[in-house]
Antibody, heavy 115, light 110 residues
């Protein structure tokens, strides 16, 4: 059974940093592109970033470009999102998801950016 | 620009059928899309990948009541024999240079 488990969310002040993790199991992690998607409470889903299977290629939404960095450790079946220079508008539940059709999702981790 | 358009809301009665629509931008009418369901206070759940010819691949455990079809740039999610647990937000999604989501349709089961 495919499982994705996010962690690392919490409360952080504007301008601060946070690193999210996503532990993957139940599939060959090193074969799949992976994504981060976020959702502000009461709003829709917004794609944040993706990384290809071997980690050599990354893409970001304009809203996070230059501030967020996606990475992965295929030996440990882990996906990461390093978030720097956080803004109030980055407050959201962050989900990791598998491959381009997002056929498996984690339960999400809440990031709150507030002073 | 790759855009997906969904109506904000829909409603149908318990036991009835409903058809939700996702419209691709005109230059991207041949793209496949994916339908996701998000029940209240839960994370999203993959329902199906829907190709331009209407063929679709459902996720594990998705009931037969859920099906998809396509016509031109429109992609449909059809839910028959509506149940209370089908009350949820439904998002369509596709990908190009980046992943793109529609704005979501909130389905109310009356």
């Amino acid at each position: 059974e495919v499982q994705l488990v996010e962690s690392g969310g919490g409360l952080v002040q504007p301008g601060g940093s946070l690193r999210l993790s996503c532990a993957a199991s139940g599939f060959t992690f090193s074969n799949d592109w992976m994504h981060w998607v976020r959702q502000t409470p009461g709003e829709g889903l917004v794609w944040v970033s993706r990384i290809n299977a071997d980690g050599s290629s990354t893409t970001y939404a304009d809203s996070v470009k230059g501030r967020f960095t996606i990475s992965r450790d295929n030996a440990e079946n882990m996906l990461y999102l390093q978030m720097n220079s956080l803004r109030v508008e980055d407050t959201a539940v962050y989900y990791c998801a598998r491959n381009n059709w997002l056929d498996s999702w984690g339960q999400g981790t809440l990031v709150t950016v507030s002073s | 620009q790759l855009v997906l358009t969904q109506s904000p809301s829909a409603s149908a009665s318990l036991g009835a059928s409903v058809k939700l629509t996702c419209t691709l931008s005109s230059a991207h009418g041949g793209y496949a899309i994916v339908w996701h369901q998000q029940q209240p206070e839960k994370g999203p759940r993959y329902l199906m990948k829907l190709n331009s010819d209407g063929s679709h691949t459902k996720g594990d455990g998705i009931p037969d009541r859920f099906s998809g079809s396509a016509s031109g740039a429109e992609r449909y999610l059809i839910i028959s024999s509506l149940q209370s647990e089908d009350e949820a937000d439904y998002y369509c999604q596709t990908w190009g240079a980046a992943q793109v989501f529609g704005g979501g349709t909130k389905l109310t089961v009356l």
